[in-house]
């Protein structure tokens, strides 16, 4: 049975010193499961304190974005190559970054490479807007953003990504989808990993859902058995809160191994 991730996104929250606080903080909160991985996703800048402070038996370490060139002339940008060692997951085409900062899908499958040739997880964010919603275009975008991201993944790959599905407009709205909404989308997007690689990999594949989710709401996608997670933003920056998704994440990933 496929853990359950539990991904933190802090975006551009906490600085060094403030992030290392508030690890200190979690790690009180925060239980170690076999079950739930939990990944904490801090600014580039505080990565390599925290990857030495941090418990690694609890918590795993990610990096919001990379550069997908190993070295060279790119100023300002950290390439994958750098992360290797530091953290164990990066998060790819987020749209924040797709829309703010212009990254395209040739961008995101680019890096999907150089994390995947890093040794390390993409956790590869994909989703429509408002708009395309509304014109009836979902799974036509998601299509299109996991044709791309995936196009140089091979089947011996595969099984090292993660994908998470979060709704341009569900990020930082307090307006998320709906369990039901979340769950299509992303049984749309396994079966497009069936039909791309088979049914064993659509079935070890991990997907989870983004976008306001919270500790009041994290329930209703947790106990759907085909949401393997959550990527957190904002609530993620409240201890409480962040700790009680995690015991949620726990408490549902026993009722369906159950089931
Ligand atoms: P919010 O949880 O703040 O909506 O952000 C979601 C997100 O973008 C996680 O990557």
Redesign the pocket.
Same mark, same amino acid.
């Given at each position: 049975m496929r853990k359950t991730i539990i991904?933190a996104?802090w975006?551009m929250h906490l600085n060094t010193h403030q992030a290392s606080l508030f690890l200190h903080k979690l790690d009180q909160k925060v239980a170690a499961h076999r079950d739930v991985i939990t990944v904490l996703c801090p600014n580039m800048l505080a990565l390599q304190s925290l990857s030495l402070q941090i418990n690694h038996r609890k918590f795993k370490l990610g990096a919001q974005n990379c550069f997908w060139r190993d070295e060279g002339p790119f100023t300002g940008e950290v390439s994958a190559t750098m992360l290797h060692g530091v953290v164990q997951y990066v #998060?790819v085409g987020?749209?924040?970054r797709r829309h703010g900062f212009g990254e395209t899908d040739a961008d995101v499958r680019q890096k999907v490479q150089a994390v995947i040739r890093n040794r390390m997880v993409p956790i590869i964010?994909v989703g429509e807007t408002a708009g395309e919603r509304a014109n009836g275009e979902t799974k036509d975008v998601l299509h299109g953003q996991v044709t791309a991201a995936l196009a140089n993944v091979t089947s011996d790959e595969i099984d090292q990504i993660v994908i998470?599905y979060?709704p341009v407009w569900? #990020?930082?709205?307090g307006q998320?989808a709906s369990p039901n909404d979340a769950l299509d989308a992303i049984s749309f997007i396994r079966g497009q990993i069936k039909a791309l690689y088979g049914a064993a990999a659509a079935e070890a594949i991990h997907i989870l859902y983004?976008?306001?989710?919270?500790n009041h709401n994290a329930t209703g996608y947790l106990g759907s058995k085909g949401i393997d997670g959550l990527?957190?933003?904002?609530?993620?920056l409240k201890a409480n809160v962040f700790s009680s998704i995690v015991e949620q994440a726990h408490a549902k990933h026993d009722k369906k191994s159950v089931k």
């Open positions: 991904a996104n975006k #998060i987020h749209s924040e964010c998470a979060e569900a #990020i930082g709205s998320s983004g976008g306001s989710v919270d990527l957190v933003g904002g609530a993620s």
